[in-house]
């Protein structure tokens, strides 16, 4: 927990079975519509111990552009709304459901604003486009060092990858990004998620529809290995979560979806729930 939180987190599980049931639910809510523009939004509580916290963030000047490509026709400007608002959304339904952490209405801020102290857990999106100023840097950096912690997301490639390193660079010197080892805490602290699972969460434009109407993964040449990586803390405590080469919002985005992979939805909620609950009691 972070020094200024106001709220202590109360972490209380249910079994980790209800996740399949929870997907397939979800899945099943809009009988073979593409669900993540039909429907009503949820309505969540705005006084709540966890609340989903998407950074806002300026794009690097060569990779601006006006519209993210945000769910149910919302738009907004720069890469960091990808996916918002229905992945915030589709993942806080599933963490009330799968836990007993007192969900909120998802919010998103820039690393500047003082809400940020008093949550433990943030998500950024498209990581290898933004373009965190000194005082940005600076702020991630105190953040991250009183007990917060960050997951990323959704970039891909070379280039994404380079910008990303060099950030977090400035934001934690003399750092290493790692890559996850299956043994880590994080990957047993409530679900367990197996060596296999160390794969690729595609987003919905690496999906087919094959000849027999199967849902079909399609990487594109050049795509690159999934990685599943962390950096850490003096006190070896994980503050950053990376998820390169891989999906994880596209899988929470589409969760009452038919047409995307349940299995991949599944086990993206297992990544996203794991984090949240290892931020809160490492």
């Not at 969900?103 to 486009?129: E, K």
């Not at 595609?202 to 999934?226: A, E, F, K, N």
């Amino acid at each position: 927990m972070l020094v200024r939180s106001r709220v202590p987190m109360r972490v209380s599980l249910v079994l980790g079975s209800l996740l399949l049931l929870v997907v397939a639910g979800l899945a099943q809510r809009y009988r073979g519509q593409p669900a993540q523009e039909e429907g009503p939004q949820p309505v969540f509580p705005t006084g709540a111990e966890f609340h989903f916290i998407r950074l806002e963030y300026t794009d690097l000047p060569e990779h601006h552009r006006f519209f993210g490509r945000a769910s149910r026709g919302a738009t907004g400007e720069g890469w960091w709304i990808v996916d918002w608002p229905d992945a915030d959304n589709h993942f806080t339904l599933g963490v009330g459901r799968l836990t007993r952490v007192d969900t909120g209405d998802p919010r998103h801020f820039r690393l500047t604003d003082d809400q940020l102290f008093d949550n433990p857990w943030v998500y950024a999106t498209q990581t290898g486009w933004w373009d965190l100023s000194d005082a940005e840097t600076a702020r991630l950096r105190e953040y991250l060092l009183r007990g917060g912690f960050l997951v990323v997301d959704d970039f891909w490639g070379a280039e994404a990858w380079e910008v990303f390193r060099r950030t977090m660079a400035r934001v934690l010197p003399g750092k290493p990004i790692t890559d996850l080892a299956h043994s880590d805490a994080v990957m047993h602290v409530l679900y367990d998620i197996e060596e296999k699972d160390l794969t690729f969460i595609p987003g919905t434009r690496h999906l087919r529809i094959g000849p027999d109407g199967s849902v079909v993964v399609q990487l594109p040449p050049g795509t690159g290995l999934p990685a599943w990586r962390a950096m850490y803390d003096d006190k070896d405590r994980m503050v950053v979560a990376v998820n390169y080469n891989t999906d994880v919002g596209d899988a929470w985005e589409y969760a009452d979806s038919p047409y995307y992979p349940e299995p991949m939805t599944a086990l993206a909620y297992r990544y996203g729930i794991n984090y949240i609950i290892y931020s809160m009691t490492h």
